[in-house]
């Protein structure tokens, strides 16, 4: 089975703070991507990632970044956490063909839900 | 811009029923679509897919429906049980990569 593990299952931070949020995977996937969950709005794409070291933004990249520096784990960082980035993380991951498009199912990690006060 | 949508934002369903939860798409492009359960506090699960080239597509208790004409998919849970008590969404590939439209949701409550 495929296996997808975030860092933290809740986090509580303050506004200004740096944020890391971990992702790993165990199936050598290629893809690897960030959303957040929103009620209402679905799941919205933050960035992804076809191969290490290579990173697109997604839907809503602005106030993140991110960093794949090896093809198990895709972080991704809140420069300077905001109280509008309170919201469900999602990481998901996909088999892919590396640095090419592919239409593969996307397996997700349990989520992290942030808060920043 | 282009969206996957819901029909029905709840649905509630007495335990051994036939429960169907449906969705809307409107990229015409979109060939490939995804069928996820998730529960609360929990993250997304797979559950069924589908490729355009496929009208349906059966699992274990699920059966997915692709009606390309009128861009709708369906899913059919078969004697639903209260383990199937979830929210239901739907994704579309984007036709662009490995990028995917996902719709907001239908909860799905079982009775016992």
């Known amino acids: 089975d495929v296996k997808v593990t975030q860092s933290s299952r809740y986090l509580v931070k303050r506004t200004g703070e740096k944020v890391f949020l971990e992702c790993v995977q165990d199936?050598?996937?290629?893809?690897m991507f960030w959303y957040r969950q929103d009620p209402g709005l679905g799941l919205r794409l933050i960035y992804f990632?076809?191969?290490?070291?290579?990173?697109e933004k997604g839907d809503i990249p602005e106030g993140y970044s991110v960093s794949r520096e090896k093809k198990e784990r895709f972080s991704l960082i809140l420069e300077s956490a905001s109280t509008n980035q309170t919201s469900m993380y999602l990481c998901?991951?996909?088999?892919?063909?590396?640095?090419?498009?592919?239409?593969?199912?996307?397996?997700f990690g349990p989520g992290t839900r942030l808060t920043v006060l | 811009g282009e969206s996957v949508g819901l029909h029905l934002p709840t649905l509630s369903v007495q335990e051994g029923d036939n429960s169907i939860i449906n969705c809307a798409y409107s990229?015409?492009?979109?060939?490939?679509f995804i069928w996820y359960k998730q529960e609360s506090g929990k993250g997304p699960q797979f559950i069924i897919d589908?490729?355009?080239?496929?009208d349906k597509r059966q699992g274990q208790r699920v059966t997915v429906l692709l009606n390309k004409t009128v861009k709708h998919l369906s899913l059919q849970i078969a004697a639903t049980q209260p383990g199937d008590s979830a929210v239901y969404f739907c994704?579309?590939?984007?036709?662009?990569?490995?990028?995917?439209?996902f719709g907001t949701g239908t909860s799905l409550t079982v009775i016992p």
């Open positions: 199936m050598d996937h290629e893809n």
């Open positions: 994704a579309e590939n984007k036709g662009t990569g490995n990028q995917f439209y």
């Open positions: 990632s076809y191969d290490v070291k290579m990173k």
């Open positions: 589908i490729r355009s080239n496929m």
């Open positions: 990229n015409s492009a979109s060939d490939y």
């Open positions: 998901a991951s996909s088999y892919g063909l590396a640095g090419r498009w592919s239409t593969d199912t996307q397996y």
